[in-house]
C-alpha cells in the first residue's frame, strides 16, 4: 500500500510528487503515456518564473528527474478507475491495482476534435493537433491553423517559420488568445488570417489536400488548397475514468476548491483537469504542492 497515488505525470502530477516525497510519504505515479503532460510539445516556455527559457521536453525532464531523485516511483500504467474503499483507496491500471491512503488525480487534458467528416481519417495524413511534433513535415507547403486561442496563434506563429503559407481559420472576429501574439502574426507575410469562417469538409484521396471553409456570415463557400490542418480548438478534461467517483461540472472538470479537495475524503484533484480560472504551467505546479500538502494533511490527521 502507497501513502499517496498520483494519476499523472504532469506538472501537476510531479510536483504533488516532490511535496509528498519532501513531506516522506510513499508515492507511485502513475501515467499513460510519457512524462511530462502537453507540456512536452511546447517548445519555448517564456511564462514560468525564474526560467527565461526552456522547452518543454527539458521542463519536464528535470521535472521526472527531481521527483525520482526524492524517491518518487513513476511507472507507465493507464489507469481505468479509483474505488473508494474509505479509509483507503483502490487504484486500478491496466496493468495492476493498488491500493492508497490517499489519490490525486492530476489528468489533464486531451485535445478537443473539431467535429468534421473524415477527420480520424487524416488524422497522421495532413491533420495534426501539434503543430512543434508535425511542423516540420510542412516545410515550404501550405497550411491552416483552426481555433483562436493562445495555442493556435502560437502554433500560426511557430509554423510562419517553417511552411510557405499559414492560414489562420477563426469561427470569430476576435481572438480569445493574447493581442501581443495577434499583432506578431499580422506582421508575418506569409500568415493569412480568416475571420467567421468553419471548416466544413476535409478534402483529398489518402491524405489532406484542402479544406473546405464555410463563411459564417454570408454561407459562402471556399478551398484552401493545403497539406496541413493543424486543429486548435482547445482542450477536454480527462476525467472520465472518475466519473463514478467524483464531481464533475457540465464540461467535464473534476470539481474542486483552491484547496484541490474533492467531496471524496482522500481523494484530491490537481492541475488542468480541476475547475479553475486560469491553466497555466505554473498554476498546474501550484495545484501540485496544494493536493500534495493537502493529502499529507489527510493521512497524518
Ligand atoms: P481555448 O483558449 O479554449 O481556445 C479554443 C479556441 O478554439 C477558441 O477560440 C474557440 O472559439 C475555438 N473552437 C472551439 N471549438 C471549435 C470548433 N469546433 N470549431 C472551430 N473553433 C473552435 O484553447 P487553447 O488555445 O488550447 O488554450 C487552452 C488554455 O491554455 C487557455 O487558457 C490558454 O490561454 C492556455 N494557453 C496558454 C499559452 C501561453 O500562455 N503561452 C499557450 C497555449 C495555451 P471561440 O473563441 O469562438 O470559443
Not at 502530477?13 to 503515456?33: D, F, M, N, P, Q
Not at 502537453?38 to 519536464?60: K, L, R
Not at 475571420?195 to 489532406?208: F, I, S
Request: aromatic share 6%; net charge negative; with cysteine.
Amino acid at each position: 500500500m502507497y501513502d499517496i497515488v498520483i494519476v499523472g505525470a504532469g506538472p501537476a502530477g510531479l510536483t504533488a510528487a516532490i511535496y509528498a516525497r519532501r513531506a516522506s510519504k510513499s508515492v507511485l505515479v502513475l501515467e499513460a503515456k510519457a512524462w511530462g503532460g502537453q507540456i512536452i510539445n511546447t517548445p519555448d516556455i517564456e511564462n514560468y518564473p525564474v526560467v527565461a527559457h526552456i522547452s518543454g521536453a527539458d521542463f519536464a525532464n528535470d521535472l521526472y528527474n527531481q521527483a525520482v531523485a526524492l524517491g518518487a516511483e513513476v511507472k507507465l500504467e493507464k489507469v481505468t478507475g479509483v474505488e473508494d474503499l474509505g479509509k483507503a483507496k483502490l487504484v486500478r491500471s491496466t496493468l495492476a491495482e493498488y491500493e492508497a491512503g490517499a489519490v490525486i488525480l492530476a489528468t489533464g487534458s486531451e485535445n478537443r476534435k473539431l467535429g468534421v467528416d473524415r477527420e480520424q481519417e487524416f488524422t497522421g495524413r495532413g491533420v495534426s493537433y501539434c503543430a512543434t511534433c508535425d511542423g516540420n513535415f510542412f516545410r515550404r507547403k501550405d497550411v491552416a491553423v483552426v481555433g483562436g486561442g493562445n495555442t493556435a496563434l502560437e502554433d500560426a506563429l511557430y509554423l510562419a517559420d517553417l511552411a510557405n503559407k499559414v492560414y489562420l481559420i477563426h469561427r470569430r472576429d476576435a481572438f480569445r488568445g493574447e493581442e501581443t501574439t495577434v499583432e506578431q502574426l499580422r506582421r508575418k507575410e506569409n500568415v493569412e488570417i480568416v475571420y467567421n469562417a468553419t471548416v466544413t469538409a476535409l478534402l483529398g484521396e489518402k491524405r489532406l489536400s484542402g479544406v473546405e471553409l464555410t463563411d459564417k456570415l454570408s454561407g459562402e463557400k471556399r478551398t484552401l488548397e493545403v497539406k496541413g490542418l493543424f486543429v486548435a480548438v482547445g482542450r477536454i478534461p480527462e476525467n472520465e475514468s472518475f466519473r463514478a467517483l467524483i464531481q464533475l461540472d457540465e464540461a467535464g472538470y473534476a470539481v474542486a476548491g483552491e484547496n484541490c479537495r474533492t467531496k471524496v475524503p482522500g481523494v484530491f484533484v490537481a492541475g488542468d483537469n480541476r475547475t479553475k480560472e486560469l491553466r497555466q504551467l505554473v498554476t498546474a505546479a501550484a495545484d501540485g504542492a496544494v493536493a500534495a500538502t493537502e493529502a499529507v494533511k489527510y493521512l497524518n490527521a
